[in-house]
């Protein structure tokens, strides 16, 4: 028998455009709640069969879009907020338990999209400030995974994907068209990129069992490539930590087998390393 379910919408302005579902028997505690001060902006939310669900949709500006989607899980909570011009944000949490996406755009053009698919304790946080930011996270058939991405500045990429047993992974972007990749799948995987600057890269791609990678990245054109993998499926420990200051840095690090560590300083002009075990 559904109970204590709670519908909140506000529209001020032009053309706004707001669709509000939730259904079931057998849901409840369930808010949803949407707001739009502007012109021409479009939220959707639909909450089925969930406990304890929240979803949070505020867009001040033109253009906007929203689209939020709960299913099959319980205790999950959407909350998205955009101010400004044409940001678009895409949220799915389906089949999962205790989920939680978070997303927050102030700008133009910013573009955040966020899965949850088959899932337990998963946690997407994403927050955008600048001009045509983008970060897309997938996280999909695992266990407590954790995505994290903070972008501020102007034509920065974020893209992470996440699918096993307790990942971590954290992108923090400050500056203009930085670009960051990251892939993990297994499990107790970790990662942190910090770039900070102009036109930084990084490439990061951990598989099977306890690799850790960071990289910091602080300058213009810096780039950093890192590939862990196990042993024909045996799974490893490895772990790199890179720090680049300057411009025209590379750094490529690729990691195969078990329990080799990689760590790789720069500070200057044009350095390069590449180191494979």
Do not use: C, P, W
């Amino acid at each position: 028998m559904a109970q204590q379910n709670s519908v909140y919408q506000y529209q001020e302005g032009l053309d706004n455009f707001a669709a509000t579902q939730q259904q079931f028997d057998g849901t409840r505690e369930n808010t949803l709640e949407q707001e739009q001060a502007g012109a021409q902006n479009t939220a959707e939310a639909t909450q089925q069969q969930e406990t304890d669900s929240a979803i949070y949709q505020q867009q001040n500006g033109a253009f906007n879009e929203a689209l939020v989607q709960q299913q099959y899980g319980s205790g999950n909570e959407i909350y998205n907020v955009q101010v400004g011009t044409e940001n678009r944000v895409t949220s799915l949490q389906s089949s999962t338990y205790g989920n939680l996406a978070r997303t927050r755009q102030i700008g133009f053009g910013n573009e955040a999209g966020t899965v949850q698919l088959n899932g337990n304790f998963n946690d997407t946080r994403i927050s955008q400030a600048g001009i045509g930011n983008v970060a897309d996270t997938l996280q999909n058939t695992g266990f407590h995974l954790k995505s994290t991405t903070d972008q501020q500045g102007n034509d920065n990429t974020a893209s992470v994907q996440q699918s096993g047993v307790d990942h971590f992974s954290a992108v923090v972007q400050q500056g203009g068209f930085n670009k960051s990749t990251v892939q993990q799948s297994g499990a107790l995987q970790e990662s942190e990129l910090l770039q900070d600057g102009l036109a930084n890269q990084a490439y990061l791609t951990q598989e099977d069992d306890g690799n850790q990678a960071s990289s910091d990245q602080n300058g213009n054109f810096n780039q950093v490539v890192i590939r862990q993998s196990g042993a024909i499926g045996l799974g490893g420990s490895h772990r790199s930590v890179v720090s680049q200051v300057g411009t025209f840095n590379a750094t490529a690090i690729s990691q195969n087998g078990i329990s080799a560590s990689a760590t790789v300083t720069q500070f200057g002009t044009g350095n390069s390393v590449s180191l494979s075990h």
